[in-house]
């Protein structure tokens, strides 16, 4: 491995190319950080698979203010000192959970698009499990967005079946914790 700049590094694949490896420090956050999160999140949602007009229509509900803050933990994720990824959870409800489980409902991770397939993701992530670990709960929720399922299966998530199309999400997943 070649040591190009502090916490990054080149790896040589077998194809010839190169992946970046990024050190991630993760940080909780603070309402003058809002601004960037949601510059973030906007940049990652336009990468989506879904027609323009439906990522401007939908965009406005997955900003975050600081009326979330007060419901929702959120870390981000930065490289350097810049913020290149965030994630949100919450306890679960128990009617989305397998058999009435508690549970943490993640709400989203979102990663600097230019930074996708650096691990930062898969930080995040560990950083939802964490917090499911140290609350005590019987496992991690997500309601995946269609596209990001492979991510969640790679995490070890579990697809759950729809018993209430009224109610469960198509894309929910679930990760058991571990028993103590």
């Known amino acids: 491995m070649k040591l190009l700049a502090p916490g990054l590094t080149l790896i040589w694949q077998s194809d010839m190319t190169y ?5 991630v420090s993760l940080h909780s956050v603070d309402k003058k950080m809002l601004d ?5 999140i906007e940049a ?4 989506w698979d879904l027609p323009e007009r439906v990522k401007r229509l939908t965009l406005p509900s997955y ?9 929702l933990e959120m870390v981000i994720a930065r490289v350097d000192l810049t913020i290149a990824g965030v994630a949100a959870w919450e306890e679960a409800d128990s009617n989305d959970t397998p058999d009435s489980k508690t549970g943490l409902l993640l709400h ?4 600097d698009p230019d930074l ?3 691990g930062i993701g898969t930080r995040l992530f560990q950083a939802a499990e964490e917090a499911m670990q140290e609350k005590g709960l019987d496992g991690l ?13 790679k995490q070890g998530m579990s697809r759950l079946p729809v018993d209430d199309p009224s109610r469960h999400y198509a894309n929910r997943y679930w990760k058991p914790g571990n028993p103590d």
């Open 19 to 23: 992946m970046k490896q990024t050190k």
């Open 36 to 40: 960037d999160i949601n510059a973030l």
């Open 44 to 47: 990652a949602i336009m990468t």
């Open 63 to 71: 900003r975050y203010s600081e009326q979330d803050m007060l419901h």
């Open 108 to 111: 989203g991770i979102y990663v």
């Open 116 to 118: 996708h397939k650096t």
């Open 141 to 153: 929720l997500v309601k995946a967005q269609s596209g990001a399922e492979a991510f969640f299966e």
